[in-house]
């Protein structure tokens, strides 16, 4: 769940921006409150502050009643259901302070009861607000709560969000917000290609992640000359400056040139170091392999070309309980144990994987019934060649008895 960087929690960052008078106060609450560390996140991201700014005493009854209905104990604000977020007047949820309060325990009832289909339903509904209605900044500046809440929506359950809805937050301003919320938007990617098992698939969505937001024209932070300055501008020349190397020492050197950051606040060059770190490690490949460690990929390569298997450089991976735990399956040849099938002179690989494959392609339906059986089995038997395994065309059939398709795991 911490998808957040280990700073941006709502009470450490409040200590150094707490009025004098109350930090007596402020004490007394967190001594109330006890947040968990996922909580005390969330908090920062539904109310964010900075050493910049400085907490009153209102701010404070603010955040405290906030506390207060993440947690349900406010009994006359409770968590929407899938219906009723559904048919929410999203148009008017600006000026519905009960209902803005019910969203803020929305989110907090998903994420401590794992609910995936409200989250899904109320981000959904949402949508309309933030994406299908975006026009420049008009819905950043007016419900900046609201999108608050969006972005937590997408960011937790990112995995569930489209594709779609990826790009087009990387390409607009809504990146720059996730980065002042403090999420950390590599572990998000990484986290989310650990579900997927083709490395190719991995990098397509890195690099198309990149190309989004390196054509982003929000303004963040301005140059020398005190002009504004968008993300694609400050990408494009960290593209010119290190002559396309993306290494650590170029990005180093780049935002300690002065010709470039002199007149930058402290607060956008940090996050346009950001950008230009995930920028990076999306289009080098660090955030498409396990723990962002690029040899796993390498010495995977090297196995394949050892036994004369190189056709396509997928790189299959075996998913996990774990998923930030998975590893390339391995292609050497070893006796039958479990779901490994094998015959004397095939490679082996994973029944599951097999599936996952199958499912990362046609989608994936709880009951293996996949609209397009005859594209099923044309791919099986693709892979059954790939594999040199023909019993991958035997691990997906036709059960008579039950007058379906099923697995043979």
Not at 82 to 97: F, M, P, T
Not at 291 to 299: C, R, T
Not at 339 to 350: P, Q
Request: glycine share 4%; with cysteine.
């Amino acid at each position: 769940m911490d998808i957040f960087k280990s700073q941006f929690i709502f009470t450490k960052q409040a200590t150094n921006a707490l009025d004098a008078d109350v930090v007596e106060k402020f004490s007394s609450y967190t001594k109330v409150w006890h947040l968990y560390n996922w909580e005390d996140g969330l908090l920062f991201q539904i109310f964010p502050v900075s050493s910049s700014s400085k907490l009153s005493l209102s701010d404070l009854e603010d955040v405290a009643e906030i506390v207060t209905i993440m947690r349900g104990e406010n009994k006359d604000i409770v968590q929407f259901s899938v219906d009723e977020v559904s048919g929410l007047n999203i148009d008017g949820l600006y000026n519905d302070d009960l209902n803005v309060k019910r969203l803020v325990r929305t989110i907090y009832y998903c994420l401590n009861n794992n609910d995936i289909d409200l989250a899904i339903a109320t981000r959904e509904s949402m949508d309309q607000l933030f994406v299908e209605k975006k026009d420049d900044n008009v819905f950043y500046t007016s419900n900046i709560f609201l999108l608050r809440i969006y972005l937590c929506l997408f960011s937790y359950y990112f995995s569930h969000a489209p594709e779609e809805l990826s790009h087009f937050i990387f390409a607009n301003s809504y990146v720059v917000v996730l980065m002042q919320m403090g999420f950390d938007l590599e572990k998000i990617v990484m986290d989310y290609n650990d579900t997927k098992i083709v490395f190719n698939n991995r990098m397509v969505f890195c690099l198309e992640l990149a190309a989004s937001l390196s054509e982003n024209e929000s303004f963040v932070g301005v140059d020398i000359n005190g002009q504004s300055k968008t993300i694609k501008y400050w990408i494009d020349n960290f593209r010119i400056y290190s002559k396309k190397s993306f290494d650590g020492t170029s990005l180093l050197n780049f935002i300690s040139e002065k010709n470039y950051f002199g007149r930058c606040t402290a607060s956008d060059k940090e996050v346009i170091t950001q950008i230009f770190q995930l920028y990076t490690h999306l289009i080098n490949g660090f955030l498409a392999v396990p723990d962002g460690d690029l040899n796993v990929v390498n010495v995977w390569a090297q196995n394949l070309e050892k036994n004369n298997f190189s056709d396509d450089i997928f790189g299959y991976f075996k998913i996990t309980e774990n998923m930030n735990k998975n590893k390339p399956v391995e292609y050497n040849k070893t006796q039958k144990v479990g779901n490994i099938v094998e015959d004397e002179n095939d490679i082996v690989i994973d029944a599951n994987a097999v599936r996952l494959i199958i499912s990362s392609e046609f989608g994936y339906f709880p009951d293996d019934q996949y609209p397009d059986v005859d594209l099923v089995l044309k791919r099986l038997a693709e892979l059954a060649v790939n594999f040199n395994n023909p019993k991958i065309l035997e691990m997906y059939y036709y059960d008579e008895k039950e007058n379906k398709f099923r697995w043979s795991l």
